[in-house]
């Protein structure tokens, strides 16, 4: 990456999407669909990405990315009249989301767009592949798949858009993204966006972009500035009775993740059971079911939605006002992720995680990635909602037992703020 630019990102000041280059005709378009100003991202990565240079941009989930890349790939398709866009994503839902976000823009303009992921009809992704679309919006596997098929010629692909790049590794995609960058053309518009920078995604950018121009917008492990975080230790079976009782003391949408997908339907159906409509969404659901959950999530018909990491960057909802780690993730990486879903667009949100007594390493891990102190609250009274109430002097045990000096977190982190020094 010696050949990377890197560019300056503090003291920037509000201002419109007029200064940023874009075309006086999308400008007017993306300012009647209420788009006004420019998120950081957007501010720094389109006035190069209009360039035609390529870009990095790191950045955390929700900081307005689609648009940083997809007003000028828009704006590059129109200017030279021919070409195409690819734009690889690691989920179903985020593929979906990338093309509602292009078609509000494009539309207008005759932007056409195609999207290939598994789980919907080949039929009729042949059909709007045949329909020489503007735009090619699809996941790894899915667009290798018409490749292999003879369907798909990206031959005219003058612009690739890598998005959540490091979800895209971890969730074991680099041989298809190595494969894809072997067919599409050498001389194209490369635009990478990423949370982290992981050493796979340091070599795709050495290897194949072109003296790309690095905007970075927080440090790798920044959490949404708006977000307030707590943490209850709990035993496995306080889990769900207390996740009743959050559900009763707030009154907004909540989105609750867990770390597999098993408990998934028995969470719904026990909250379901309290009156509190709710959804899942993880691997085992259909795409259908995925995207009538999300809908239903999105306007209010479920107030609640259990998912799993596998989805946890496909979820683009508006007010979220709590998210709760009924399980805490497997990687710190991902507890940034799944808290990235609140505290959006300069909203306030609220962050819960429920710990268990052996899980003090985990929570250190989150801590030390995202340089914030969780602290520890009393477990409320949650006997409304336990079948068979553990004695309390037991519960106190295994809380303390959780980490010896972590009642003391000033004296701990040597700070007033309790935030841990690394």
Do not use: W
Not at 62 to 88: C, D, E, N, S, W
Not at 284 to 291: C, E, V
Not at 294 to 313: C, H, P, Q, W
Not at 358 to 365: C, F, H
């Amino acid at each position: 990456m010696d050949k990377q630019i890197n560019t300056e990102l503090s003291g920037v000041p509000e201002m419109t999407f007029g200064g940023l280059g874009i075309a006086p005709q999308i400008l007017d378009a993306i300012s009647k669909l209420g788009f006004k100003v420019p998120t950081s991202i957007q501010h720094k990565a389109i006035p190069i990405a209009t360039e035609g240079k390529d870009v990095i941009g790191i950045a955390q989930t929700g900081t307005g990315k689609t648009l940083a890349f997809g007003i000028p790939l828009i704006q590059q398709i129109l200017k030279a009249g021919k070409g195409k866009g690819l734009i690889i994503l690691p989920t179903r839902e985020l593929a979906l989301q990338v093309d509602e976000t292009i078609q509000k823009v494009g539309r207008q303009f005759g932007i056409k767009t195609a999207v290939l992921i598994g789980g919907a009809s080949m039929y009729h992704q042949v059909r709007d592949v045949q329909r020489n679309p503007h735009v090619i919006i699809g996941t790894p596997g899915r667009i290798i798949d018409h490749i292999q098929q003879r369907v798909l010629n990206l031959n005219d692909v003058t612009i690739l858009v890598l998005d959540e790049a490091d979800r895209m590794f971890d969730m074991g995609f680099a041989p298809q993204i190595k494969t894809i960058l072997q067919v599409v053309p050498r001389e194209r518009q490369t635009m990478l966006f990423s949370a982290t920078m992981p050493d796979g995604i340091v070599k795709i950018a050495s290897t194949h972009m072109k003296l790309p121009v690095r905007v970075e917008i927080a440090k790798q492990g920044t959490t949404a500035e708006n977000v307030e975080h707590e943490l209850f230790v709990v035993k496995k079976d306080q889990k769900l009775p207390l996740l009743k009782k959050l559900l009763g003391d707030y009154k907004g949408s909540v989105l609750v993740f867990l770390r597999v997908k098993h408990s998934a339907r028995k969470i719904c159906r026990e909250l379901q059971s309290i009156g509190v409509s709710s959804a899942e969404i993880h691997s085992n659901r259909s795409l259908n079911q995925r995207r009538e959950a999300l809908e239903g999530f999105k306007t209010g018909r479920y107030r609640v939605l259990v998912a799993t990491d596998i989805a946890s960057r496909g979820i683009d909802v508006k007010g979220i006002e709590l998210v709760v780690n009924f399980d805490l993730p497997e990687n710190a990486e991902d507890y940034v992720h799944r808290i990235g879903r609140t505290g959006r667009a300069g909203m306030s949100g609220k962050a819960i995680s429920f710990a268990m007594p052996d899980q003090g390493g985990k929570v250190r891990e989150i801590e030390k990635l995202t340089r914030i102190f969780l602290p520890i609250s009393n477990l409320p009274d949650i006997s409304a909602h336990l079948k068979q109430s553990a004695p309390a002097e037991r519960y106190e045990d295994e809380r303390r037992s959780f980490s010896p000096r972590r009642n003391q977190p000033n004296r701990r982190f040597g700070n007033p703020h309790g935030k841990r020094r690394y």
